[in-house]
């Protein structure tokens, strides 16, 4: 039995110490919203963030989180206490249309907000660096880059 906190709650796992969390969270607990897409930690569509950093559920093992804290898009939003139920990153990839197929999307909102926690004020290039981890297959970077920068606005002025 493993302890884990995803989103703020606690739950006990059963599972090998080697399962991958990606596994965990979908099969086990229902949260489907971290995407499976390559299985070696090289898309980023299973991003989350462990202790407050992006981390590849794919590639992240059940015992590597033992006590951690584990957001994952369900619970975005609650991790900065927005009263309106989205997170400035959320709400600007619906304002600039970011998504076409949307699978992706999860992972580089995650990898987006953990960059922005660290650089709310971010150049084309910053943005660049911080995303070519994460594939759209779909090519949607320009108004990913433009949702990014709209949030980071957001989040500078509070």
Not at 15 to 18: F, I, L, W
Not at 42 to 47: E, W
């Given at each position: 039995?493993t302890?884990?906190?995803?989103?703020?709650?606690?739950?006990d796992?059963q599972?090998?110490?080697?399962t991958?969390l990606?596994?965990?969270?979908?099969?086990?607990?229902k949260?489907?919203?971290?995407?499976y897409g390559?299985?070696?930690g090289?898309?980023?569509?299973?991003?989350v963030?462990?202790?407050?950093?992006?981390?590849r559920?794919?590639?992240?093992?059940?015992?590597?989180?033992?006590?951690?804290?584990?957001?994952?898009i369900e619970?975005?939003?609650?991790?900065?206490?927005?009263?309106?139920g989205e997170?400035?990153?959320?709400?600007?990839?619906?304002?600039?249309q970011?998504?076409?197929?949307?699978?992706?999307?999860p992972?580089?909102?995650?990898?987006?907000?953990?960059?922005l926690?660290?650089?709310?004020?971010?150049t084309d290039e910053?943005?660049?660096n911080?995303?070519?981890?994460?594939?759209c297959?779909?090519?949607?970077?320009?108004?990913?880059?433009?949702?990014?920068?709209?949030?980071?606005?957001?989040?500078?002025n509070?």
């Open positions: 039995m302890s884990i906190v995803v989103n703020k709650t606690s739950f796992v599972g090998r110490d080697e991958p990606l596994w965990v969270l979908r099969d086990t607990l949260l489907s919203g971290t995407k390559c299985g070696s090289l898309c980023g569509a299973c991003t963030h462990v202790d407050g950093k992006p981390l559920s794919c590639q992240t093992s059940l015992s590597e989180v033992s006590g951690k804290a584990i957001t994952t619970g975005l939003a609650a991790s900065v206490s927005k009263k309106d997170h400035p990153l959320q709400k600007a990839w619906i304002d600039e970011v998504p076409q197929c949307g699978y992706c999307q992972g580089q909102i995650m990898t987006a907000s953990g960059f926690s660290r650089n709310n004020n971010p910053d943005i660049d911080a995303m070519r981890m994460n594939i297959r779909c090519g949607t970077y320009p108004r990913l880059k433009k949702a990014i920068k709209s949030a980071a606005k957001e989040i500078q509070g």
